[in-house]
């Protein structure tokens, strides 16, 4: 067994949960979605970007996308929570929290594609 393999296997599916538990929940419902599982996920995501980046083959290259994507998807998330508490101080309406959670399902997207791909990448190795 190759521990390089796991510790990246194991952020790439961390990455995924992360997300899924925070994107679970009614679209529009602040209670049902926490800042800090926004930011674990954001957290999470940038270690898996980081170790996608020593992979030189085609399928790195999709890896390392589908995180860029996601990580881009967080960010956007992160912002628009931000702005909207601290410069607008209108807080978390539905509106504002379906906008978040939205964007939390598109890098959970990008999340289960790069997991299946790793999937697929490993079910193509031969002994």
């Given at each position: 067994?190759?521990?390089?393999?796991?510790?990246?296997?194991?952020?790439?599916?961390?990455?995924?949960?992360?997300?899924?538990?925070?994107?679970?929940?009614?679209?529009?419902?602040?209670?049902?979605?926490?800042?800090?599982e926004l930011a674990a996920a954001i957290f999470v995501n940038l270690v898996a970007t980081i170790?996608?980046?020593?992979?030189?083959?085609?399928?790195?290259?999709?890896?390392?996308?589908?995180?860029?994507?996601?990580?881009?998807?967080?960010?956007?998330?992160?912002?628009?929570?931000?702005?909207?508490?601290?410069?607008?101080?209108?807080?978390l309406t539905p509106t504002v929290m379906s906008s978040i959670v939205s964007l939390t399902g598109?890098?959970?997207?990008?999340?289960?594609?790069?997991?299946?791909?790793?999937?697929?990448?490993?079910?193509?190795?031969?002994?």
């Amino acid at each position: 067994m190759n521990p390089e393999k796991v510790v990246f296997g194991f952020f790439i599916v961390m990455a995924l949960t992360l997300n899924f538990g925070f994107f679970m929940g009614d679209i529009d419902n602040p209670a049902h979605h926490q800042v800090y599982e926004l930011a674990a996920a954001i957290f999470v995501n940038l270690v898996a970007t980081i170790l996608k980046f020593g992979d030189r083959s085609q399928v790195g290259a999709l890896l390392l996308s589908t995180s860029l994507v996601a990580d881009l998807q967080l960010f956007a998330a992160a912002i628009v929570w931000g702005i909207a508490v601290h410069v607008e101080q209108t807080g978390l309406t539905p509106t504002v929290m379906s906008s978040i959670v939205s964007l939390t399902g598109g890098a959970m997207l990008a999340n289960v594609i790069s997991v299946l791909l790793l999937v697929i990448e490993t079910a193509m190795l031969r002994r």
